[in-house]
């Protein structure tokens, strides 16, 4: 049987929790992997009583970033996208518009954090495509792909 120790979280680990949660983890994996990379601390009383005023704060940050992204999410659906690819003698794409392409077009819109979750598109037209800007926060862009005026 793997023995369990209770531990606070001081960040944010994927498939553990977010900060300043309180989980169980084996004993291994807390002294090899979250102690050295300073991700969690052995949960204490007094430990867990300085936590709760930083985790109503984060709590408050994280709410107001999720805020900011749904406000994103709104600006993304009144936006479209366009690529100019080359065309095949039969009408397909030479390459296609790849998810960095599409996270480079919204940097450039001022939009950094999105990253596209879509499969890359291959085909002439338009399209929408979710985008993920953190926080549980989707959105959803048009992108349309054409071919160049010559």
Do not use: C, W
């Not at 992204?69 to 397909?92: C, N, P, V, W, Y």
């Not at 959803?140 to 792909?145: A, E, G, L, Q, S």
């Amino acid at each position: 049987m793997r023995k369990k120790i209770a531990v606070l979280l001081m960040e944010r680990v994927s498939g553990l929790g977010d900060a300043y949660d309180a989980v169980e983890v084996t004993i291994g994996y807390f002294r090899n992997y979250l102690s050295p990379r300073g991700l969690a601390r052995v949960a204490t009383e007094e430990l867990a009583s300085r936590i709760e005023g930083l985790k109503a704060k984060h709590d408050e940050k994280k709410a107001g970033r999720k805020a900011e992204r749904e406000e994103i999410a709104q600006r993304l659906a009144d936006m479209t996208l366009s690529f100019s690819r080359k065309a095949t003698k039969l009408g397909h794409t030479y390459g296609s518009v790849s998810a960095n392409d599409i996270e480079k077009a919204l940097a450039e819109k001022g939009i950094a954090e999105a990253k596209s979750l879509g499969e890359p598109i291959k085909e002439f037209g338009e399209r929408e495509v979710k985008i993920d800007l953190g926080e549980g926060v989707e959105g959803i862009v048009r992108v349309n792909v054409e071919k160049p005026v010559n």
